[in-house]
């Protein structure tokens, strides 16, 4: 089995970093950029299977299939063999207009959030997500990945805990799910990581428009500006203002389109906003759509999801946030 290069920045939650969230972010694009074989608008791991190899997989997180834990207490439940991701379905399909208006009227009427009066040690962050570590066939043309469920525990000095449970295996086409079928695929178990304490702490979010505008990418592709908005996601509770700066922040960045009503992959029902990067990979253009979910009535990121439309939607990446809190134990 060979392992293709992996953006740290991908697929999983990143233990606080020793410098700025910023130069961490520019990190792993740099990371990105110098890995072979992946593909630049997402990087994420991928791993290939020979056939000599098939049955070896590699052991990856967690949560439950298509249909979200909404509890912390629900059980993790595994799919039937062949499921099949499709991308989330949009309310308006044709001819979407541009974001900006969308997103700074969202801005002026999100309320509060349940955690947002709430105190502890630990900024508490529950995700699931799939696609982490993509698993191919030797000609690239069949990929499979396992749905993670990842947990966090940050407190202001970095350290804390992360914990990721094993899901069941999913893919992007129907075909790669009978290709795969034949394989023996292995689920991996739970695993808990604590984190250290980093000498200069957690560092906070910056409160200044224009340092959000250098902290979200808003210069760059629009992927790297989704990719940076997941990232704050998974660190920190966002204020209510925080999530209402990051709203008009990202009014302001053109190509975001608005695609109105959705229904995320727990269930909730959010507004959305996708915008469309290109690259070119081996000589291949890709065309890649994110998808941000907001929650319509706090404001707060509910899902990040990367679609390749380069011959027809099939999905790269998706991951939904579940709960974020402030809480003194790790339990």
Do not use: C
Not at 235 to 261: C, D, E, K
Not at 284 to 304: C, N, R, S
């Amino acid at each position: 089995m060979l392992l293709k290069a992996e953006d740290p920045a991908r697929g999983v939650i990143i233990p606080p970093a020793r410098t700025s969230v910023i130069a961490l972010i520019a990190r792993a694009e740099a990371t990105r950029d110098q890995a072979a074989h992946v593909r630049p608008a997402r990087p994420i791991r991928r791993l290939v299977l020979t056939t000599a190899a098939a049955a070896l997989v590699a052991t990856v997180g967690a949560g439950t299939v298509l249909t979200v834990d909404r509890q912390e207490s629900s059980p993790i439940t595994a799919s039937a063999p062949g499921q099949v991701l499709v991308p989330v379905a949009y309310q308006i399909t044709n001819q979407p207009p541009a974001a900006g208006d969308h997103l700074r009227a969202l801005a002026s009427r999100i309320g509060a959030a349940p955690y947002d009066t709430r105190s502890g040690r630990y900024t508490y962050v529950r995700a699931q997500y799939w696609g982490g570590a993509i698993q191919e066939s030797e000609d690239g043309r069949y990929a499979m990945s396992y749905v993670e469920k990842l947990q966090t525990w940050i407190a202001a000095d970095g350290s804390g805990h992360q914990r990721t449970e094993a899901g069941a295996a999913l893919y992007p086409d129907v075909e790669s799910a009978a290709y795969f079928a034949k394989v023996t695929l292995k689920v991996g178990e739970r695993r808990d990581s604590p984190l250290s304490a980093e000498s200069d702490g957690l560092e906070p979010l910056p409160t200044n428009r224009r340092a959000l505008a250098q902290f979200l990418h808003t210069t760059q592709d629009l992927a790297s500006v989704t990719k940076a908005v997941g990232i704050v996601y998974s660190r920190y509770p966002v204020s209510q203002t925080f999530r209402a700066m990051i709203l008009t922040t990202l009014a302001q960045v053109p190509g975001f389109q608005w695609r109105g009503n959705v229904t995320d992959r727990a269930g909730r029902p959010g507004v959305a906003i996708t915008g469309t990067s290109t690259s070119t990979n081996d000589g291949d253009k890709q065309i890649v759509e994110d998808l941000l979910i907001f929650d319509p009535k706090t404001g707060a990121l509910l899902a990040h999801e990367s679609i390749n439309n380069t011959h027809h939607p099939k999905l790269n990446y998706y991951k939904v946030f579940l709960d974020y809190d402030r809480t003194d134990t790790i339990n």
